[in-house]
């Protein structure tokens, strides 16, 4: 009993060694927010998101407006991470913005947080001229799941890019349903994703 007893004890303690050292490591990467260093700020960002540092949604919220995007759209991905739905508005605002990467990491926290407020923005996004932030656009929109955006998604069928198109179908499975599949059959004539169309028809079929 009295082993019990004091490893019990030292479990707390250990408890609280981690949560102190983790509370100070919190801080000192805030800190490296704004430092001189450009690799010390971005570092930063992206280990708080892993972190999921609650602590650190007003110095990330500031992070998004770094005169490098290598750190802010850093910054937007961790927010999603950190999963706080007070950074909706200013991703929201983000999506909006000059820096290709920006718009990209913008899109990729608002499918983390997966609130439906995004989605109506997230649509427009889908004309994005760069198909990276067009493809972070579908996913978002996969994993906010709201039935808006499948006849969107379809319509990304017909995209110059071939990735998008690819990650249009794998999108367009999660939402199923007759119109679904009636856009699928109709891009049944493009060779870059006939195969994919055909397999992702089978599994809607599947579902229903």
Not at 39 to 57: C, P, V
Request: glycine share 4%.
């Amino acid at each position: 009993m009295q082993n019990s007893v004091k490893t019990t004890e030292e479990d707390s303690l250990s408890k609280e060694d981690y949560e102190k050292n983790r509370r100070k490591n919190i801080q000192k990467l805030i800190e490296f927010l704004t430092s001189d260093s450009l690799t010390y700020r971005w570092k930063a960002a992206e280990i708080l998101g892993n972190l999921h540092a609650s602590e650190a949604f007003e110095p990330l919220i500031e992070a998004l407006s770094d005169e490098y995007v290598d750190v802010s759209w850093i910054a937007a991905k961790s927010l999603g991470k950190i999963g706080d739905k007070r950074a909706i508005p200013p991703l929201i605002h983000c999506l909006d913005s000059e820096e290709q990467w920006l718009r990209k990491g913008a899109a990729t926290g608002l499918g983390m947080l997966k609130d439906k407020r995004a989605v109506v923005p997230l649509i427009r996004l889908l004309e994005d001229k760069k198909p990276k932030v067009r493809i972070a656009a579908i996913e978002a929109l996969v994993l906010i799941g709201d039935e808006r955006a499948a006849v969107p998604l379809s319509r990304c069928l017909k995209d110059i890019d071939k990735k998008v198109k690819t990650k249009a179908v794998d999108a367009l499975v999660t939402f199923g349903g007759e119109e679904t599949l009636k856009a699928l059959k109709e891009s049944r004539g493009d060779p870059d994703i006939r195969e994919k169309v055909d397999m992702a028809m089978k599994r809607i079929e599947s579902k229903d």
